[in-house]
């Protein structure tokens, strides 16, 4: 079994879309009406669905929000250049929730918040 894909549920995938391209530097792969888009981040996709696919499949769960805490899950990004990375991401509207900080196994890591609320972690090569 491999990892194929991460789906997040948003209310907007357009919004959520753009907000990608700007803080993180990814690319649209595709984005099908309001309802779902991928972006290219190589073998492993990233999705973003609207809640209405989430409640067409008959399940509940806890919608993202920025104004609560984050859910106990988070997406990263490596990166050469962790500082520049957190910067952009800060300036595109993410939300800081640790600083880049070196840890004493040598990698640098920060965290940040998207604009759904979801925690996203941008860091150094393990």
């Known amino acids: 079994m491999k990892l194929g894909y991460t789906i997040i549920y ?3 995938v357009a919004i959520t879309m753009d907000f990608y391209e700007k803080a993180f530097g990814l690319k649209r792969a595709f984005i099908h ?6 972006m290219m981040t190589g073998d492993t996709k990233l999705g973003f669905a609207h809640h209405s696919v989430a409640q067409s499949h008959g399940f509940s769960y806890q919608k993202l929000s920025p104004e609560q805490d984050p859910p106990g899950v988070e997406i990263g990004f490596i990166t050469e250049d962790v500082q520049a990375a957190y910067t952009r991401a800060i300036s595109a509207g993410a939300t800081s929730a640790s600083k880049p900080t070196q840890k004493p196994w040598g990698q640098i890591v920060s965290y940040v918040r998207d604009c759904n609320g979801l925690l996203i972690e941008i860091c150094s090569a393990l």
């Open 10 to 12: 948003v209310n907007d």
């Open 33 to 38: 009406e309001t309802q779902y888009g991928e």
